[in-house]
């Protein structure tokens, strides 16, 4: 089992320290800037072995260079798009495992965000760490790929058991949560979740990890195959990758 500590930065990012128990392995999850990390580990008394890349954008690799010069880590990221993760020593892709330490990863491809973006499923400890491809609530913003590669990359991610915590990136949910309401508003889980959000945001209390069951039941981008949120977007019988396309372009607008 990994223990996980869940680090803020910048204006609304996550980064994760994970530390396999077993062997002591500590990894750190898109290191968006490296002082508070190794400040949070150095608390912990935790020692940074490895990072885990998801993709190449800057809040999520900005802190490769620096950690790896303090601590001698290994950096593990995406064989997709290798050369714009810094200082990436081994390379992984879909169907790949990776053990860290006693803890074995299963490493998916799930571009439609950026081109070469990877999720990690930590089974054993039913913690998936996602990027920027799931948001509680949410997805990404499409910037490299295209719907039908989204869609895809989402299933994959919706496959995995109703159990399994989301450790996203972002603190994105309570403006999710509004988008979600405009196109699945008749959702009665979903409305109860908004209001919960509500709750914890006004306390100033994270709203991540979410749980996968709950974002089956919530997530519009989750949804796209749903008759009633097709419907709701004007798209009633169409294909799942058409009112994919549809819920993204309108979140974009939102």
Known sequence: MIEIHQIPVLSDNYVY???????????????AVAEPVMEAAGRLGWKITHILNTHHHGD??????????ATGCVIVGPRADAGRIP??????????????????????????????????WFAESTALFCGDTLFALGCG?????????????????????????????????????????????????????SNRIDAARAENKPTVP????????????????????????????????????EVRARKDNF
């Open 87 to 120: 200082g990436i020593d081994v390379q992984v892709g879909d169907g790949d495992f990776y053990d860290f330490g006693g803890a074995r990863a299963t490493v998916y491809d799930v571009p439609g965000h950026t081109r070469g973006h990877i999720a990690f």
């Open 210 to 245: 979410s749980l996968l069951g709950e974002e089956k039941a919530t997530n519009p981008f989750l949804r796209v195959d749903d008759a009633s949120l097709a419907a709701n977007v004007g798209l009633a019988g169409h294909d799942p990758v058409a009112v994919f396309a």
């Open 60 to 69: 999520h690799v900005g802190g490769n260079r620096k950690i790896k010069a």
């Open 141 to 193: 913003r499409m910037f490299e790929g295209n719907p039908d590669q989204f869609w895809t990359s989402l299933c994959k991610l919706r496959d995995l058991p109703d159990e399994t915590r989301v450790f996203c990136a972002h603190e994105y949910t309570q403006a999710n949560a509004r988008f979600a309401l405009s196109v699945d508003g008749d959702n009665a889980a979903l409305v109860e979740r």
């Open 17 to 31: 320290l994970i530390r396999d128990q077993r062997s002591g392995s500590v990894g750190v999850v898109d290191p």
